[in-house]
């Protein structure tokens, strides 16, 4: 089955404790990317891959790394997370850019 | 840079009738997607439909529909004998999906 994969679904962690999110799909995508979804805000891209060891910064980057060694796997690195990266995060990958994307489940992160 | 405006936080529809959801954006670019997406109370987003900047009729896809005006950059996505299962929150974004609206959360009433 097709299918963008994140682990894990919920997670509280305290502020300053390093933390990954996985992410992985099974599509052979070229085009990967990381968001985050805040009430009223809708979804705001973070970071983005466009093939293996290419990635970008989006529109808040601030507070988070990835990388993207393999193709399938592209991890959401928060170094010293804060309160204020609470949110809902959501991992997409698509054919290429400009095709429609998959998303995962989300991942619901609070930081205390 | 693009930017998506979806003005409606909040629409209702009677079961069965149909109802159109606002989407305009703001782009340099010649060619260009859109994308409409559905976040369901359960969180996944769910593709919907899309509409290429060159696409010379509005995308269609079951139940779904887009009233595209390149003109006044808008793309409004029209649902047809709405159901219970379409309450949701529909997002609408360009291209691979850098730019998302804030969305417009839509109820079903029966």
């Known amino acids: 089955e097709a299918q963008v994969t994140q682990n894990p679904r919920y997670l509280i962690t305290v502020t300053g404790k390093k933390l990954t999110v996985t992410c992985s799909q099974n599509?052979?995508?070229?085009?990967m990317s990381w968001y985050r979804q805040d009430p009223g805000l809708g979804l705001r891209q973070i970071y983005y891959?466009?093939?293996?060891?290419?990635?970008d910064k989006g529109d808040v980057p601030e507070g988070y790394k990835v990388s993207r060694k393999e193709k399938r796997n592209f991890p959401l690195i928060l170094e010293s997370p804060s309160p204020n990266q609470t949110s809902l995060y959501f991992c997409?990958?698509?054919?290429?850019?400009?095709?429609?994307?998959?998303f995962g489940q989300g991942t619901r992160l609070t930081v205390v | 840079a693009q930017k998506i405006t979806q003005t409606q936080p909040g629409m209702f529809v009677q079961e069965k009738e149909a109802v159109t959801l606002d989407c305009t954006y703001d782009?340099?670019?010649?060619?260009?997607?859109l994308f409409w997406y559905k976040q369901p109370s359960s969180g996944e987003m769910i593709f919907l439909i899309y509409?290429?900047?060159?696409?010379?009729q509005n995308a269609t896809e079951g139940r779904y529909s887009l009233n595209f005006q390149k003109a006044r950059k808008s793309t409004n996505l029209v649902i047809s004998a709405s159901q219970l299962g379409d309450s949701a929150m529909y997002f609408c974004?360009?291209?691979?999906?850098?730019?998302f609206g804030a969305g417009t959360r839509l109820t079903v009433k029966p």
């Open positions: 997409a990958s698509s054919l290429y850019g400009d095709t429609e994307a998959f």
């Open positions: 599509m052979n995508h070229e085009y």
């Open positions: 891959s466009m093939n293996v060891e290419v990635t």
């Open positions: 782009t340099s670019d010649q060619s260009y997607g």
């Open positions: 509409q290429g900047s060159y696409d010379e």
């Open positions: 974004a360009m291209r691979e999906g850098t730019r």
